[in-house]
């Protein structure tokens, strides 16, 4: 092994996120942790976002994230591959939060479990948390079922906490103005970026080496300029894969530490590999058909007499091209003389007669009316009486039934059980009224919600 070799304990450059090979020299990174941790423990955030381009230590910063967290305080669901259904992506979430495969099926008995299961973490002084990598992969549909996942918390603070981590496509995403309502929802967003400088690529590649068991410098100053030259400018996966095949290299060679030539060899290797493979197409060379010189002075002969005279004739000189002549200009045309049309001669207007005036006729007195008596009062009939257990709902009216015992309950409960209650006494009425949800424009999450908000207000004491 070549870890043997150059006195380490183990593979110093592995491209996997483990964190016990995390170096602090990368400053971005540094900052998403931090800010993160500061999101879930102390921040009271819902939802928290991490971008960055491929290779530069999202999934790594995920795992720290992870390993600093007091796993005694929370429960935690982590989905690596988001690339599925809405329902599907609420089983895992759920199946990883329980310890057991989630066997519910439809969304509205998975929405119920999971507020359930939100009320009884709380009531074992534990908190939700959802770490989703690669959310790139998430669909817009499901972006906006996962904003409308968040309206699942209660009055005075946040049952969960969901921690997106994604690719720079993920954040034209959520930057998109027909997504500005889950953009606002963002307590935390932070970018990841390349290792600063090459000093900081030096600090990376030799803390590595000492944290894998090294005890000297394995790579020379001028290795590590072509380090960060073939890295892209300190793309930490680029900077891992270079080096180790480095070792690897001087291993085989017996080499005692790892100059800038053997990097410069490992980096254009690379180079050629992703370039474009286009071969080369070498003519093919046709065999010439072997003919003799008799065959050659006939074939000549025969075509000398075939061709007229003039046809033999050497350096003849072409004819000369034809005179140029101008066409004659064409000839000019006198427009017609203009005739003025003859003037327009307006009849006179007819003469004014006035017709006579009318007789004046005086018209007859108005006849005395009596006024009518007057109507009786109209009397208006009493308002229907009121119905408590009547609601409107996405446009229809439903039926909600709350148990006698049920309010008697809450009447001495805290708001929190209260909206405990609330929360099953709405699932079983969505179900109780599948016309709700019958339209497949419609989100059950918001129908359920809307049901939740009207039973809190008959809850109140």
């Known amino acids: 092994m070549y870890t043997d070799y150059w006195g380490l304990k183990k593979p110093p450059f592995d491209n996997v996120p483990d964190p016990s090979m995390y170096v602090e020299s990368h400053a971005s990174v540094e900052n998403t942790i931090a800010e993160t941790l500061f999101a879930i423990e102390e921040g009271n955030e819902c939802l928290t976002v991490i971008v960055g381009d491929v290779g530069l230590g999202k999934t790594l910063s995920l795992r720290m994230i992870l390993d600093s967290l007091d796993h005694e305080k929370y429960k935690i669901a982590f989905v690596t591959n ?241 005179p140029v002549v101008e066409p004659p200009p064409p000839p000019v045309v006198e427009p017609p003389p203009v005739v003025e049309p003859p003037p327009v001669v307006e009849p006179p207007p007819p003469p004014v007669v006035e017709p006579p005036p009318p007789p004046v006729v005086e018209p007859p007195p108005p006849p005395v009316v009596e006024p009518p008596p007057p109507p009786p009062p109209v009397v208006e009939p009493p308002p229907p009486p009121d119905e408590p257990d009547v609601a409107t709902i996405a446009g229809f009216k439903i039926k909600i039934d709350i148990p006698p015992h049920v309010l008697e309950q809450t009447q001495s409960a805290n708001t929190e059980h209260r909206r405990k209650i609330a929360g099953v006494l709405a699932a079983q009425t969505l179900e109780k009224n599948p016309q709700l949800t019958a339209s497949p424009s419609v989100d059950p999450v918001s129908i359920w919600s809307e049901i939740l908000n009207v039973i809190m207000k008959r809850l109140e004491p």
Not at 208 to 230: C, M, N, P, Q
Not at 259 to 271: L, M
């Open 82 to 322: 988001p690339d599925m259904s809405f329902v599907q992506l609420l089983k895992e979430i759920i199946g990883q939060l329980t310890g057991k495969q989630c066997e519910r099926r439809g969304k509205i008995d998975l929405l119920e479990t999971f507020n359930k299961l939100l009320f009884e973490t709380i009531d074992e002084g534990k908190k939700v948390l959802i770490f989703i990598d690669e959310a790139n992969a998430i669909s817009p549909a499901n972006l906006e079922s996962l904003r409308l996942l968040t309206n699942m918390q209660d009055d005075t603070r946040n049952l969960f906490t969901i921690v997106l981590a994604g690719q720079m496509e993920l954040a034209s995403r959520l930057e998109h103005p027909k997504r500005a309502n889950l953009f606002q929802r963002i307590g935390t967003y932070n970018r990841i970026d390349k290792i600063e400088s090459e000093e900081l690529v030096k600090n990376y590649v030799e803390t590595r080496v000492k944290l894998a068991g090294g005890t000297r410098s394995l790579f020379s100053d001028d290795a590590i300029h072509w380090l960060w030259e073939y890295s892209d400018h300190g793309v930490p996966r680029l900077v891992n894969k270079i080096a180790k095949l480095c070792l690897k290299a001087g291993e085989t060679n017996r080499f005692d530490v790892i100059s800038g030539d053997v990097v410069k060899q490992i980096g254009e290797r690379f180079e050629k590999l992703t370039g474009p493979a286009i071969q080369k197409r070498k003519s093919r060379e046709r065999p010439t058909p072997q003919v003799s010189r008799e065959e050659i002075v006939t074939e000549k002969e025969k075509k000398k007499k075939a061709q007229p005279k003039e046809a033999r004739a050497e350096h003849v000189a072409p004819p000369p091209p034809p």
